[in-house]
């Protein structure tokens, strides 16, 4: 079947810190893969994806890069700001069917001055 | 519309009562999906619509659980006899086809009392 596991939270550092959140998947086939956001009383919204092995997926300077033989789309950013305190969602869509998604249950990073 | 717009945002109904929630997706996105969100969960999918075909419904708990696209566009999940347990977040997705970004709304916060 399809699944993420996800590093659990809550996750706390200080501006400027190295960020990673692991994230591991289950799936057949080659899915696609994302990092959602979801920002204090928001909605949540496409941070990055990668669409096949070795793709590395970039935005607002986190990066994620598709690994097939570890299973495994980790996020990371070299220098986090305040402004990143939210929650982050790993998710995978099946290479076949109705390309719903299949989330991790996100990981809650607080970001302190 | 701009976004995904979801309403209403907050609902709270007593046990028993039958609740129904709103989706108006992105003008012209072809696709629309439903999930539930546990706290301190991720989102689990619910059900899929292509148009107004309800193209795959395994997510749904139980029978209590309906949805409806009737003209393609706005889509209404529908709870009937609710319980307690159906608390959650429901959010509603819409993209334009298979393997592209998915928007979400803000999603419905159900209180079943």
């Known amino acids: 079947g399809n699944s993420v596991t996800q590093m659990e939270g809550p996750v706390t550092l200080s501006e400027e810190a190295f960020l990673t959140i692991n994230c591991t998947y289950t799936?057949?086939?080659?899915?696609?893969l994302f990092w959602y956001v979801q920002y204090p009383g928001e909605g949540l919204q496409l941070l990055l994806k990668?669409?096949?092995?070795?793709d590395k997926g970039s935005n607002k300077g986190f990066e994620a890069t598709y690994r097939k033989e570890t299973t495994s789309f980790h996020l990371e950013k070299g220098s986090v700001q305040v402004s990143d305190s939210a929650v982050y969602f790993c998710?995978?869509?099946?290479?076949?069917?109705?390309?719903?998604?299949?989330f991790g249950t996100g990981t809650r990073l607080t970001v302190i001055p | 519309g701009a976004g995904v717009s979801q309403s209403p945002r907050y609902k709270v109904t007593k046990r028993g009562q039958d609740v129904a929630l709103r989706c108006d997706p992105i003008?012209?996105?072809?696709?629309l999906y439903w999930y539930r969100q546990a706290l301190g969960q991720g989102p689990e999918f619910l059900t899929y619509?292509?148009?107004?075909?309800?193209?795959?419904k395994s997510g749904l708990p139980n029978d209590r659980f309906s949805a409806e696209r009737p003209e393609g566009s706005i889509s209404t999940l529908t709870i009937q006899r609710t319980e307690q347990r159906d608390s959650a977040m429901y959010r509603c997705?819409?993209?334009?086809?298979?393997?592209?970004?998915?928007?979400f709304g803000q999603g419905t916060r159900l209180t079943v009392v």
């Open positions: 003008s012209g996105h072809v696709s």
């Open positions: 619509f292509n148009y107004e075909a309800q193209q795959d």
């Open positions: 997705a819409s993209s334009m086809g298979r393997n592209t970004e998915a928007f």
């Open positions: 998710a995978l869509s099946p290479q076949t069917g109705a390309n719903n998604l299949f």
């Open positions: 990668a669409t096949k092995a070795d």
């Open positions: 799936a057949t086939g080659y899915p696609s």
